[in-house]
């Protein structure tokens, strides 16, 4: 059974650099998965923030494609976030999911518990 | 703005069923699957529905799924008390290529 584990700073700066990073376990990053991260800001509701998958391919939310950046470690089994040039706005409990195929569709399958991010100073 | 809508709210009483609509376009749910989530804030999102109207094992047959053109609804029978929670659906958006949720459909079981 698959298991993500969101982990970093829950206090970042203004025009810092928000970096979090899921460990996976119960399956390889070099499965035909895709690997996702989705936001929660407070009182709002789920936003896509992106998509990478083994190879280094990525696909970005374009509201937030200026600023964001994913990677994907093989060693560790785990994959990162960086979000720069964050404001308050950017404040928001971060999840990390697995993106699976379904037939000739793929959708969001299993997710992480989530971690909060605060962006104050 | 999402560029999926959906109703903020929705209710029943237990036992009820309650319906929870999803409307998009030609470049998301027009051309591409929908799937459904539950979520409860702080609690990580629960797969309910994929392509369109497949529930994944463990999911109760009282959710069921369907769409027709650029729109979707996740129809909920024999409400319970602990179906209290947050309703997102999803899509790929081919103009965005990105996933896109819906704003989401908060649902009280009166």
């Known amino acids: 059974q698959v298991q993500l584990q969101e982990s970093g700073p829950g206090l970042v700066k203004p025009s810092g650099t928000l970096s979090l990073t899921c460990a996976v376990s119960?399956?390889?990053?070099?499965?035909?998965?895709?690997w996702s991260w989705v936001r929660q800001a407070p009182g709002r509701g789920l936003e896509c923030i992106g998509e990478?998958?083994?190879?280094?391919?990525?696909n970005y939310n374009p509201s937030l494609k200026s600023r964001v950046a994913m990677s994907v470690d093989k060693s560790k089994n785990q994959f990162s976030l960086k979000l720069n040039s964050v404001t308050a706005a950017d404040t928001a409990v971060y999840y990390c999911?697995?993106?699976?195929?379904?037939?000739?569709?793929?959708?969001?399958?299993?997710w992480g518990q989530g971690t909060l991010v605060t962006v104050s100073s | 703005q999402s560029v999926v809508t959906q109703p903020p709210s929705a209710s029943g009483t237990p036992g009820q069923r309650v319906t929870i609509s999803c409307s998009g376009s030609?470049?998301?749910?027009?051309?591409?699957?929908v799937y459904w989530y539950q979520h409860l804030p702080g609690t990580a999102p629960k797969l309910l529905i994929y392509?369109?109207?497949q529930r994944p094992s463990g999911v109760p047959d009282r959710f069921s799924g369907s769409k027709s053109g650029t729109s979707a609804s996740l129809a909920i029978s024999g409400l319970r008390s602990e179906d209290e929670a947050d309703y997102y659906c999803?899509?790929?958006?081919?103009?965005?290529?990105?996933?896109?949720f819906g704003g989401g459909t908060k649902l009280t079981v009166l």
């Open positions: 999803a899509s790929w958006d081919d103009s965005l290529s990105s996933r896109v």
């Open positions: 392509r369109n109207n």
């Open positions: 999911a697995r993106i699976a195929t379904f037939g000739d569709s793929r959708g969001w399958e299993k």
């Open positions: 119960g399956d390889s990053i070099t499965s035909d998965n895709w």
């Open positions: 990478i998958y083994h190879s280094g391919s990525t």
């Open positions: 030609s470049s998301n749910i027009g051309a591409n699957y």
